[in-house]
């Protein structure tokens, strides 16, 4: 849960919303082939068949706020003979963009790691 505290009071988001928001924002980006597991948790609910859900809007996202800056890393597949660069600078700014106007909270760094080439 990320709590955000103002004059008005306290707002408080949970990281699964964070997740979808980021997980739909990067999906729908150009020349991403899907999301990779990132983090343990990730690679153990899709290894042990109890813990897989069916739906994984979380798959490949992770986010942390430091000093109330959003830290996002990103584990992706591209689709093959797409230029590795243009996509990763695309995501950024639309993730950036996205979570920004969604929520208002600023993004401090958006690192996108690709995890494997589709052909």
């Known amino acids: 849960m990320i709590i955000i505290n103002n004059h008005l009071g306290s707002i408080n988001i949970t990281k699964r ?7 739909g ?8 082939a899907g999301m ?9 609910a ?4 109890f813990l897989r859900r069916r739906k994984e809007p979380d798959k490949g996202v992770s986010v942390k706020l430091i000093e109330n800056q959003l830290y996002i890393d990103l584990h992706i597949t591209v689709t093959y ?4 660069a243009s996509v990763t600078k695309s995501i950024q700014h639309k993730v950036t963009y996205a979570v920004e106007e969604e929520t208002g909270i600023k993004v401090g760094r958006v690192n996108v790691y690709i995890d494997a080439i589709k052909s």
């Open 17 to 23: 919303f964070f997740t979808a928001l980021i997980g």
């Open 46 to 49: 899709e290894s042990l068949p």
């Open 81 to 84: 003979g797409i230029n590795a």
């Open 25 to 32: 924002t990067v999906a729908g980006c150009y020349g991403v």
């Open 36 to 44: 990779n597991s990132g983090t343990l948790w990730q690679n153990m």
